[in-house]
């Protein structure tokens, strides 16, 4: 009789999204979290694709087009400086804590992102641990030589006279550190997660469509390398047929309530 009521069998039964989350994340001996723009949504930032988001607003400014137009790129910095695209003073919310939980207890190798907002590094997780596909908003590079600018650096002198920055070192232009659409995908991130792909036994997709290519590739890319694939997204993704779990939920309340089951707090 007693074993009917064993509590195993219980929890294998168990529909509760957090619990089968979290049963997932502890038979997987190395985790890759792959975020989009659903993660950050809950910290105020709209997605840039969908009604309300950047791109409903005002049309993107292609990577030719800051190369070549000085009007274009100034209207680039113009934007840059004046938070138009909704992620500037943002701050990590509870699925970016969860996540960072994660990477903290070990269980998570790498977040790779589509994001631009800088939250996961915000949240705690090292730098060197979060892999951006679509690069970062918070500071800018020389397009030549590399070299990084502060954003509050350049920002006196573009509102005093109007001119686009350009490198003090090199002369060439200077662009925030996203990657415009046009513009090539960035060589070293692309390879890190290739690499982190193939050596995960889970890779799980949280707030991404999963739409824009080649980013979308990795979760697939992982399947097809023999790891499980858990999607979390309020929405359908093109890639749930082939996903072994798929949650149609808000993140930050899961993914705490999947990092509470993983890491109870000691009773006191
Ligand atoms: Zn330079």
Not at 97 to 124: C, E, F, M, P
Not at 170 to 192: D, N, S, Y
Not at 235 to 246: H, K, R, Y
Request: glycine content about 8%; hydrophobic content about 45%.
């Amino acid at each position: 009789m007693a074993r009917l009521l064993v509590r195993p069998h219980l929890r294998r039964m168990s529909n509760d999204p957090a619990d089968r989350l979290a049963r997932l994340i502890a038979a997987s001996r190395r985790v890759v979290v792959f975020t989009g723009a659903g993660i950050s949504t809950e910290s105020g930032i709209p997605d840039f694709r969908s009604p309300g988001g950047v791109w409903s607003r005002m049309q993107p400014i292609t990577f030719q087009e800051f190369t070549r137009d000085p009007a274009k790129r100034a209207e680039a910095w113009r934007r840059a400086f004046s938070g138009a695209a909704g992620w500037t003073g943002r701050r990590p919310n509870a699925g970016h804590q969860a996540v960072a939980r994660l990477v903290q207890a070990g269980k998570v190798s790498a977040v790779i992102t589509q994001n631009v907002d800088n939250l996961h590094q915000d949240s705690g997780i090292p730098p060197e641990k979060v892999i951006e596909l679509h690069g970062n908003a918070s500071y800018a590079a020389c397009l030549d030589c590399g070299q990084r600018f502060e954003l509050e650096d350049l920002r006196a002198p573009f509102e005093a006279n109007g001119a686009p920055p350009v490198c003090a070192d090199c002369g060439g232009l200077i662009k925030t550190a996203t990657i415009a659409f046009g513009q090539a995908m960035p060589e070293g991130p692309m390879a890190r997660a290739r690499e982190e792909t193939l050596a995960a036994d889970l890779m799980l997709v949280l707030g991404s469509s999963l739409a824009v290519y080649p980013a979308a590739g990795f979760p697939l890319l992982a399947k097809e390398a023999g790891a499980e694939l858990a999607i979390v997204n309020r929405e359908p993704t093109p890639q749930d047929a082939c996903a072994g779990l798929v949650l149609h939920e808000e993140i930050g309340l899961l993914m705490t309530a999947v990092v509470t089951r993983l890491y109870p707090a000691p009773q006191t």
